[in-house]
Nanobody
């Protein structure tokens, strides 16, 4: 069982930045590929990025357009989602997830990931 915990969401103006964190108390995240997903009201959950643990390969959804990045700090057992140049279409609940494999499956339907955090809300508004 892997418990994931997201944090770092909040309200930001268009063009602003946020850094989301994903931790896993008691579970070594450096063993797992970690995906970030988001879900806006009335929309399906969609993949944002994924970072493999085996080779540190990263995968991005097209809409990221170079604005977002993903990284690990293994000493802190944390995976980060850095979001820059946030747009009005980016607001959603953002989730981290894993299926405990070392390689990303991306894009992949959300149901293929076994473990999820509770999500953190990102709001973009002036």
């Amino acid at each position: 069982q892997v418990q994931l915990v997201e944090s770092g969401g909040g309200l930001v103006q268009p063009g602003g930045s946020l850094r989301l964190s994903c931790t896993a108390p008691g579970a070594p995240l450096d063993n797992y590929a970690i995906g970030w997903f988001r879900q806006a009201p009335g929309k399906e959950r969609e993949g944002v990025l994924c970072l493999s643990s085996a080779d540190l390969s990263t995968y991005y959804a097209d809409f990221v357009e170079g604005r977002f990045s993903i990284s690990r700090d293994n000493a802190k057992n944390t995976v980060y989602l850095q979001m820059n140049s946030l747009k009005p279409e980016d607001p959603a609940v953002y989730y981290c997830a894993t299926d405990q494999s070392e390689l990303c499956r991306f894009p992949a339907p959300s149901h293929e990931y076994d473990y999820w955090g509770q999500g953190t809300q990102v709001t973009v508004s002036s």
